[in-house]
């Protein structure tokens, strides 16, 4: 940004957050710029599949300031017109659980044009909105939509949109402000994009190394044998492979009544686990607490630290899920604990169901929704059994291999904070004149190698 100029003039504005912008630009409310509109309104009863409705986008619909598809509602109801989704539309999240995602928003193209949006969204229409979108985007736009939050209040409503306060420059300015910002942002957003593939493909690689490790053992010359189950292949000639039930024994807990809170929940003291819990990984914490009545009155048995926790119930965004359990704990009854026996290492066992997770699907069953299992389909299930020695050494050697992961992805993942710090930096920059960019020409390519 510094190579930019400032403007040569300046006027001071009566706005507390912004104390001075460009002397030939104007201060407006965006209710003299456009319309903010609030979204439809629908019951689960109208919610179908998605061939038979209209997609609703909510707040999962926006992930990192732009659109996305992979948690769609639809719904068959009639659509007002007006809640029609329009090429240029800026989709706000207006209501939500969670403070942090109020404001957060995004741009309809023209993939989502015909669309329609919840009642906690709002859009926001105008001819105005190829530069507003860069406003919507900027630390002036987060600065005021945080002044209506409080400890009461957790919602954008239309007439907050409304009194928002823009700084807008003459209309030739905004042209070049945003293809300016279109064209830097689309560099960091490259860059960003990147890193979120290295993330990813460091996840693939995390797995790979548990999946071989649990299955092939450490060393690669060791004897193979067909292990006579279809889904493991072949397996190190000397390891066991056997029903979990000859090796462990398994049980499950339950939940005491909110009915009586008091009893039950207040002041407790011992932990409790639920699946929404189980974190892939070493547990040392649980957010729920209960009382020794609660545990004497209901199924809720205390598990012992190093107990393997298998979430049943869920579905596939759920089944499988698991931890390490590493403190005293009970937990409910959606939840399976496993206790090894001297044969079958616990930390061993828990890599063995981070390989293991997506066969669980395979014969779920249950009447609700989403399928289940059930102890017994934990206990039935095979399980590989390398000698003790070996179980330890792979379980230090993916602990080992997890940390330098770990280390990776959380290197990029600070590279994305920052890269998005200077994103939102640059945007309110121009958008609030604190640096000049109307003779800024669009570089030639070869240009832009030489930079």
Known sequence: MSKYPAYSEYKPT????LQQVPAHWEVKRLKYLGEAIIGLTYSPDDVVDCEDGTLVLRSSNIQNKKLAFEDNVYVNKLVPEKLKTQLGDILIC???GSRALIGKNAQIDEVAVGMTFGAFMSVFRSPYNNYLSKVFNSALFEYQSGSFLTATINQLTTANLNSFEIPLPPESERITISN???????KIDTLIEKQQQLIKLLKEKRQAVISHAVTKGLNPKVPMKDSGVEWLGEVPEHWGVCKLKWKARTTSGGTPTTSKYELYYENGHIPWIRTTDLNNDL?????VKITPKAVNDTACSILPENSVLLAMYGGAGSIGKHSLLKFESTINQAVCGIFPSNTLIPEYLHRFYEYYRPFWMIGAAGTRKDPNIGQDDIKEAKVLIPPETEQKAISNHIDKMQNHFDLLTQQA?????????RRTALISAVVTGKI???????????EEEVA
């Open 14 to 17: 009566h706005l507390g957050w």
């Open 94 to 96: 207006a209501r939500n």
């Open 180 to 186: 300016f910002l279109d064209h830097e942002t689309a």
């Open 283 to 287: 547990l040392y914490e649980t957010p």
């Open 413 to 421: 993942e600070n590279a994305i904070a920052l890269m998005q710090e």
């Open 436 to 446: 000049d960019v109307r003779n800024w020409k669009k570089p030639k390519v070869n």
